[in-house]
């Protein structure tokens, strides 16, 4: 069995989705990239970006839509609620929190693989942001 435990790095990922989509509709991979160096200078290797998504599409947190990344709108709903509770204060424990109740299973994995990510060309996402921003 793989490791499907949330990383800092999966948190950093969706953190840049949330300000890059300011939590409506959907963006393109390079604004969600350079969301991630402009807030905190965080340069994700590709590596790091697939093994992101792929979690988070697996968990139902993120949706991939016309080739933008968007959050699940359920996910979004708990998310806003807890920010409303907790106050707005940039905390990071608060995604991870979310993102723990949320499941992965080798099953929604392999959906994830098969399905959203299969079509979508994360590859070729990269790559044009590393030419233009690298």
Request: proline share 1%; glycine share 6%.
């Amino acid at each position: 069995m793989k490791n499907y435990n949330w990383q800092e790095t999966d948190i950093q990922f969706l953190e840049a989705i949330l300000l890059a989509t300011g939590g409506e509709g959907g963006a393109p991979l390079q604004e969600v990239l350079l969301m991630a160096d402009a807030a905190d200078g965080t340069v994700f290797e590709m590596k790091e970006v697939e093994e992101a998504l792929l979690k988070l599409v697996a968990a139902k947190v993120v949706t991939i839509n016309k080739n933008k990344l968007g959050l699940n709108p359920d996910f979004l709903q708990q998310y806003e609620a807890l920010t409303i509770q907790e106050g707005l204060s940039e905390d990071d424990d608060l995604l991870m929190n979310l993102l723990q109740k949320q499941t992965i299973t080798e099953e929604t994995i392999k959906a994830a693989k098969e399905g959203e990510l299969k079509k979508y060309k994360l590859k070729n996402y990269y790559q044009q942001y590393q030419e233009q921003f690298g």
